[in-house]
């Protein structure tokens, strides 16, 4: 009988397999798209497609675009039981958080935005 993969694994030098281990949960980070998300979530079309009250149908087309919007991604990641976060990574400057971006809520957009389409409404 053939060896199993933990056994060749664990025939390695421990830095070895410690880089196997490393990259391992690197991958697991990675998704492919939102196929391979929901999956992982433990989730089917349906249950998409019964969370954002639209058909089954639907879901398969979400799936296979290239682009969408924010909010239909948000809408998406939410409906598997995530939260959506966009990272935003510029050369010389830490990573930054756009919170808030694609929200359709008024009330999550910052003041001065408000303000403005107050303003412009004549409120």
Sequence with gaps: MGRSLADVIAALPQ?????????????RQEVEGLREL???AGKAQEDIATALNIKQPSVSKIEKQADMYLSTLRSYVEAV???LELIVRLPGAPALRLDHLGDLAENHRP???VARRRAAAGS
């Excluded at 830095?15 to 991958?27: A, K, V």
């Design 81 to 83: 039981g995530g939260k």
């Design 15 to 27: 830095d070895q397999q410690d880089e196997i281990e490393t990259r391992y949960q690197q991958m």
């Design 111 to 113: 003041a001065r935005t």
């Design 38 to 40: 929901r999956q992982i």
